[in-house]
């Protein structure tokens, strides 16, 4: 068994990473000087990956020749088996597994067989700037159902608004995040099972965007949304990808999981017409070698760290910085803070306060484009010594300054 290190800085510039390659070039401004900044605003890791998956590229590559091909067993049983030991789910037939250029590509394709443009589209807010651009962009009305944070911190669905918004706006397709991205919610499989219900009577389809779902911080669960019960099953096209899991998004490279036969087919049928949505023959590969024993291995190894940052990085914001608060991530590696009452006890704007942290290395994201105008989002995945360092910098050249 390969023992990984995850608290060595890996060097990626130069090495295809807009988390550090487009700072001050087009991309967000460097730190002051003195400064080196901790990218904390793309949604991959500052980690290696395993090494199931480069030794599955490399022994791929040493064949020399690389024309059109099909997807092979491998690549499919690879998938059974990962849905079988992560997301506890023995039942993923082949014919329901189907290949996607990318969540958002699916996801859009799913839209169009439920809806055309114009057609309003029930999504949770804070929402995820990849929703807000693809499906505006193609013409649909979002309308949103604001998420909301109960006497503990923790974000809740408002099953009474939900259902008041779809038959006020006359919803039928509803795009879901499980976990939840930003909020990084881990949705319980009662809070799914009610949920459905709000959709079931209303007659609303799912589009499940899961690929977040190996991601699960200090022991929680994650629910597949097709598998709390029958209807679920049959009314949700679901989207993975072991890109989040692993830091493929280089590689490109997704799947549905879509049981219902009549909506596979039209979906199929829809991304078809694009002919852009092909397999990269390394990317299969890299997939295989991700989904297998070691790179079950490696993902066990992380996981521990990942829910150490979210540790630290919460106990810092909830203990030391005032007006500022952070719901303790439970999917993702991501956390979302609140700034609003900061803010306003500082008489400064969000883009103010983005710049702040941007001028001492602080790389956090703008929560303006997740609808939550107060909010900034923060990438915990990096050597916990960085997160330590990020932490500290708010604290001395931001919150308490």
């Given amino acids: 068994m390969i023992k990984y290190d995850f608290e060595t800085l890996i060097d990626r510039h130069g090495h295809d990473a807009i988390a550090v390659d487009d700072i001050g070039k087009g991309g967000p401004d460097k730190a002051k000087e003195g400064f080196d900044t901790i990218p904390m605003w793309v949604a991959d890791m500052n980690f290696p990956t395993a090494q199931s998956i480069c030794d599955a590229i490399i022994e791929r590559a040493k064949h020399p020749a690389f024309g059109y091909f099909e997807p092979s067993d491998k690549y499919f049983e690879a998938i059974q088996y990962w849905h079988k030991i992560r997301k506890r789910v023995d039942d993923v037939p082949r ?10 590509g699916g996801v859009l394709s799913t839209l169009k067989v439920f809806a ?147 909506v596979r087919e039209r979906v199929e049928a829809i991304s078809g017409r694009l002919v852009y949505n092909n397999m990269n023959v390394l990317s299969q590969h890299a997939l295989i070698g991700a989904y297998s024993e070691e790179g079950n291995n490696w993902l066990t190894q992380l996981l521990p760290v990942l829910s150490q940052n979210v540790n630290l990085a919460y106990k810092t914001i909830t203990e030391k910085f005032d007006g500022v608060s952070a719901f303790k991530t439970e999917g993702t590696y991501m956390m979302f803070l609140d700034c609003e009452k900061w803010l306003k006890d500082h008489h400064m704007t969000q883009k103010e306060l983005v710049k702040l942290g941007w001028d001492y290395g602080i790389g956090w994201q703008n929560g303006d484009m ?16 960085r997160i330590q360092d990020a932490c500290d910098r708010m604290d001395k050249y931001v919150f308490n300054a």
Wanted: proline share 5%; with cysteine; charged share 20%.
């Fill in 370 to 385: 997740f609808n939550a105008p107060y909010s900034i989002r923060i990438n915990l995945a990096s050597p916990t010594y």
């Fill in 116 to 262: 055309d443009p114009g057609d309003s589209v029930l999504l949770h807010s804070p929402t995820y700037v990849g929703f807000n651009g693809v499906i505006s962009s193609n013409g649909y009305n979002i309308v949103r159902s604001p998420l909301v944070k109960d006497k503990d911190g923790v974000w809740r669905m408002d099953y009474e608004d939900m259902d008041k918004k779809i038959r006020e706006n006359h919803v039928h397709v509803a795009v879901f995040c499980n976990p939840h991205n930003p909020c990084g919610r881990a949705w319980t499989a009662e809070e799914i099972e009610k949920a459905a219900e709000v959709y079931r009577k209303n007659d609303v389809f799912v589009i499940c965007d899961e690929i977040w779902s190996d991601l699960l911080m200090n022991g929680h669960k994650y629910t597949p949304f097709q598998s709390v019960n029958e209807w679920t099953k049959m009314h949700t096209a679901a989207f993975y990808a072991p890109s989040k899991t692993f830091n493929l998004a280089g590689l490109i490279g997704s799947y549905h999981v879509i049981y219902n036969k009549t």
């Fill in 95 to 104: 014919e329901a597994i189907g290949y996607e250029n990318g969540v958002l």
